[in-house]
């Protein structure tokens, strides 16, 4: 606290609670366990299945990459056990926003919920800008010419990603129940590819591919210090690839391939029985997501060298298949891509805008971004304007260089969720939990600090972009949040 402010103001259990009931900024509550395990495995596997681990075996750790997926799933599971407590605690939506708000005070609140935003847009851009490149891709496969791109005068347009948000953000308008059902729809036709693509890959995995399991440190000679991991440049080490530092690199790369379980609890308020339905939901998701996962990248390093992988100008299953000589798996995968591209982009909309909207409804953000449509039950001009803008980010900007922002968003979020189970423990111990972190405190801190680990593998230059979005954000609440807050006193006549 300095010259006055109270930037560490609570807002109560209770006043969160009652925030939900007002009939202008409430959301309707249909949403099933199976709704929620759902959303968890469409927003996890996307493209990220059939690339992220060949890039991270070809770049970082070889076939040592499956023990990156293992710690990034452990770290994952951690965080999200920590989130299914705090969800089935405060079932509102916000996700760890709403749950910083109530244990660690408004700025912290507000700094995560501003990291959030950041995660969940850039994401939702991002995979929007690769569902158009995997659909350019995909009529080139099937011999369709009809170009991804048009000109507006001078400016270069990707139709692709403008209209696929287009098409979900009227779907998410509509209402978050039929959205989820056109979801699950094509989650079991992107599960089904991606099973069908890994018994196919078993037959063609040699044991030799395997060894060395982690292949020896290398120098990275072509690696900038602003491109190695922060810890590396902090403790001067020469940049590297391959090694325990190399798993350790892939493990925080990898870890892309789990975000999404947080957008999961922004849908808290929207679920039924979210003392049960979201623990059971959320962890339900992640298991089956780390085992598709896992399996994935047994196949991808089985089935040739990581060094073949590393001499290829983008990595990833489809190559694998391909310098196997079975080159038609191109085709199955990229509808597999498609469809689980489609899937992610909802979800991560839904999840900024829930998002915003609850920060909007606490006065952090304009109020009236946090207006419901009596008919839809849903934030309709929020989501349009959510839709509108990462259109035009994906349709027009190059944004797919900024993919460690999304992780740093994450990983940040997971960092204040997890230390914030003892505190909220600490200070309200009467409240129902629908389900408890096991061994707290020492899991939660434990989850914090792996998730703190992980951040530092990322690179310098991530880390400096974040910094620059935290400065950005602390302008914002210092100048508007601070006073139009729900918290904040009224003003003296």
Known sequence: MAGGLNIFRRKSVEEALASTTDPERSLKRDLTAWDLAVMGVAVAIGAGIFSVGATAAANYAGPGVILSFVIASVVCALAIMCYAEFASTLPIAGSAYTFSYATMGEFVAWIIGWDLILEMLLAAAVIAKFWGVYLSDAFGLFGITIPTTIHAGPVLIDWGPVFIVGVFTVLLVIGTKLSSRVNAVLVILKVSITVFVIVVGFFYVKAENYTPFIPPAEPAESVSRLHQPLFAFLSGMEPTTYGIVGVLSGAALVFFAFIGFDVVATTAEETKNPQKALPRG????????????????????????????????????????VLVGADWAGKVISI????????????????LTRIVFSMSRDGLLPRGLSKTSPRFHTPVRLQIGAGIVVALIAGLAKVELLEEMINIGTLSAFVLVSFGIPILRRSRPDLPRGFRVPWSPVLPIVAGVACLWLMSNLTTLTWLRFAAWLVVGTVIYLSYSYRHSQLAPPPTP
């Open 282 to 321: 959320i962890l339900g998701g992640l298991a089956v997501v780390t085992v598709l996962y896992i399996l994935v990248t047994v196949v991808v390093t089985g089935m040739v060298s990581f060094r073949e992988l590393a001499a290829s100008d983008s990595p990833s299953l489809t190559t694998a298949f």
């Open 336 to 351: 597999g891509i498609l469809l689980g591209l489609t899937s992610v982009i909802m979800v991560l909309l839904l999840g």
